[in-house]
């Protein structure tokens, strides 16, 4: 596909439980971002990865949250134990390079409903 | 207090309107600023992105950054009931190290016929 692509768009879960969500980012693209939207906080930053660096991971709320990137492409985003102030918008992002002027890409996302 | 405080709105309009869309913030460091427009149930798209102070002019948009203030401003001239979404602002204290983007909560924009 031509875009940034997330799935499942939808997860309705109990709390408690583990999730995995998931983010194909555009091919090519280095950098990789993952996003929480709350209603009425905007967004928040969770992590990013670029390349093979380490990850920036100060955004991750809480130890229950973990996020990987295999191969440089497609990441997982790791939710343990969840707990209902999950419940949000997860928003992934990619970019061809972390440079100056470079748009990132947005994914529709995945509405995380806990239960 | 927010890194990035933006009026959450509703905004309504009537079609034709001058809309004037802002956002405060309290980090001197940060250099580059972006408005995002988010249709609803959708991802964020990029509408405009400035470096530094300075007016910037695209089509019906025109973005607008006053460091000294710490005050960004998006204008959307004509506007259209295709403009109705929510405008988010986001800014990032560039440093070659990544696209780290703070955001704003967003505005609610209504465009009415």
């Known amino acids: 596909g031509a875009g940034v692509s997330q799935s499942p768009s939808n997860k309705v879960t109990e709390k408690g439980k583990d999730v995995e969500l998931r983010c194909d980012p555009i091919?090519?693209?280095?950098?990789l971002y993952w996003y929480r939207q709350s209603l009425g906080q905007g967004l928040e930053f969770l992590i990013y990865?670029?390349?093979?660096?380490?990850?920036?991971k100060s955004g991750l709320p809480s130890d229950r949250f973990s996020a990987e990137r295999t191969g440089g492409s497609v990441s997982t985003l790791t939710i343990q134990r969840t707990q209902q102030e999950d419940s949000a918008v997860y928003l992934c992002?990619?970019?061809?390079?972390?440079?100056?002027?470079?748009?990132?890409?947005f994914g529709q996302g995945t509405r995380l409903t806990v239960v | 207090q927010k890194e990035v405080e933006q009026d959450p709105g509703p905004l309504s309009v009537p079609e034709g309107a001058i809309v004037s869309l802002n956002c405060t913030y309290s980090?001197?460091?940060?250099?580059?600023f972006m408005w995002y427009r988010q249709y609803s149930r959708k991802g964020p798209e990029l509408l405009m992105y400035?470096?530094?102070?300075g007016n910037k002019e695209d089509g019906r948009f025109t973005a607008q950054v006053d460091k000294s203030s710490k005050y960004i401003s998006l204008f959307i001239r004509d506007s259209q009931p295709s403009d109705s979404a929510t405008y988010l602002c986001?800014?990032?204290?560039?440093?070659?190290?990544?696209?780290?983007?703070?955001f704003g909560t967003g505005t609610q924009l209504k465009v009415e016929l």
């Open positions: 400035t470096y530094s102070s």
């Open positions: 980090n001197s460091a940060f250099q580059y």
């Open positions: 091919s090519g693209h280095t950098a």
């Open positions: 992002a990619s970019s061809p390079t972390t440079g100056m002027n470079t748009e990132a890409f």
């Open positions: 986001a800014m990032s204290p560039f440093t070659g190290g990544g696209n780290k983007l703070t």
């Open positions: 990865f670029q390349g093979n660096s380490a990850p920036d």
